[in-house]
C-alpha cells in the first residue's frame, strides 16, 4: 500500500521559511514524478510545485517561483518543499502527492489536480503578518 507522510508544517512571521518533507513508501518511488500542492481556507486546492522522477526537471506556479525549491532524494524516498520570503497568502494546508503514471513530466500534466492519485494527510502552514 502506497503511503505518503508529510511533515515540518507550523506557524512562521512573513518573511520567514519552512522546510516541508514527504516521506514516501509502497511503490518505486523513483519512477514517480512529485507534487506539491496546497489548499486555503475556503479556496479550491491549487498546484504549488513538482519534480520529475528522477529530479532533473522542476515546475513551479507563478506565485512561489523563486521563493520555493523543489527536491527529492530518491535513495531516501522523500521530497522536499523549501519555503522562503513566505508571505500570509502561502497559508493554507500542504499535501504531496504522487503522480499516477510512471516515469513521466510534463509541466501540463503536473499543474492538473488529476494528475495524483496518491496524496498525504496534509501539514498545515500558516503565516503570520
Known amino acids: 500500500q502506497v503511503q505518503l507522510v508529510e511533515s515540518g508544517g507550523g506557524l512562521v512571521q512573513a518573511g520567514g521559511s519552512l522546510r516541508l518533507s514527504c516521506a514516501a513508501s509502497g511503490r518505486a518511488f523513483s519512477n514517480y514524478a512529485m507534487g506539491w500542492l496546497r489548499q486555503a481556507p475556503g479556496k479550491e486546492r491549487e498546484f504549488v510545485s513538482a519534480i520529475s522522477y528522477a529530479g532533473g526537471f522542476t515546475y513551479y506556479a507563478d506565485s512561489v517561483k523563486g521563493r520555493f525549491t523543489i527536491s527529492r532524494d530518491n535513495a531516501k524516498n522523500a521530497v522536499y518543499l523549501q519555503m522562503n520570503s513566505l508571505k500570509p497568502d502561502d497559508t493554507g494546508v500542504y499535501y504531496c502527492?504522487?503522480?499516477?503514471?510512471?516515469?513521466?513530466?510534463?509541466?501540463?500534466?503536473?499543474?492538473?489536480?488529476?494528475?495524483?492519485?496518491?496524496w498525504g494527510q496534509g501539514t498545515q502552514v500558516t503565516v503570520s503578518s
Open positions: 502527492a504522487q503522480d499516477k503514471q510512471r516515469v513521466r513530466f510534463t509541466t501540463q500534466a503536473m499543474a492538473q489536480i488529476g494528475t495524483y492519485d496518491i
